[in-house]
């Protein structure tokens, strides 16, 4: 399994500002996410946060909004940048690990979440 | 785009079993079917996958059709805890990504 941690659990920001989310993992792991999740709605896949690259994007979601970083196997951080109103969402910062007890297939775990108001 | 469809909402008394339906009729034949839920204010939470047959852990049952165009979560005696949003997931093979549906809103009051 993977214990996720991410920072601020929640925060209220002015427009125009950027926020970084930060997502620390207890173990190494390749394959980590960020994903959005608007106000009563399901979650939207937003980034692949690749070690040692560039992150790669889902449609509909670019680097000068959302720029990641992803410096070493336990960390990544995604950026929130010129909020608007339209951001305040729920970001999840997500891994998977492949686990041969669970029918070898990989398992994904999730953080808590960062609660984001833009007002 | 998802490549499941859900029920929007279910209700369930405590103590009775959860059935949870999911259609996912242009399932690939390597790729499996992932339950996750979420607790409100949490993160999304595994509970089963299978590929082709039905499986049994300490969460829930998962019972997949033979053509495996659909599947069914079972919660055997669901608990007020058990609310929660219960996405059906079939993990696509070409991109190895779980894309999220809108999944089933599942109440269960006492």
């Known amino acids: 399994s993977a214990v996720i941690s991410q920072k601020p659990s929640r925060d209220i920001c002015q427009r125009g500002t950027s926020l970084t989310i930060q997502c620390q993992v207890d173990s190494q792991v390749t394959m980590m996410f960020w994903y959005r999740q608007q106000p009563g709605q399901s979650l939207t896949l937003i980034a692949t946060a690749n070690q040692g690259s560039e992150a790669t994007y889902e449609s509909g979601f670019v680097i000068d909004k959302f720029p990641i970083s992803r410096p070493n196997l336990t960390f990544s951080t995604l950026t929130v940048s010129n909020m608007s109103p339209e951001d305040s969402s729920i970001y999840l910062c997500?891994?998977?690990?492949?686990?041969?007890?669970?029918?070898?297939?990989?398992?994904?775990?999730f953080g808590q979440g960062t609660r984001l108001t833009v007002v | 785009d998802a490549k499941t469809t859900q029920p929007t909402s279910m209700d369930c008394a405590e103590g009775r079993a959860a059935n949870l339906p999911c259609n996912h009729s242009t399932i690939s034949g390597n790729e499996y079917v992932y339950w996750y839920r979420q607790i409100h204010s949490q993160g999304p939470q595994y509970i089963i996958h299978g590929l082709k047959n039905n499986e049994t852990n300490e969460m829930a049952s998962l019972i997949i059709t033979e053509d495996r165009k659909s599947s069914t979560l079972i919660l055997p005696h669901a608990t007020l805890r058990d609310t929660a949003v219960y996405y059906c997931i079939v993990r696509d093979s070409n991109t190895d990504k779980l894309i999220f549906g809108t999944g089933t809103r599942l109440q269960v009051f006492p």
């Open positions: 997500s891994v998977e690990i492949y686990n041969p007890d669970r029918g070898s297939v990989t398992e994904a775990f």
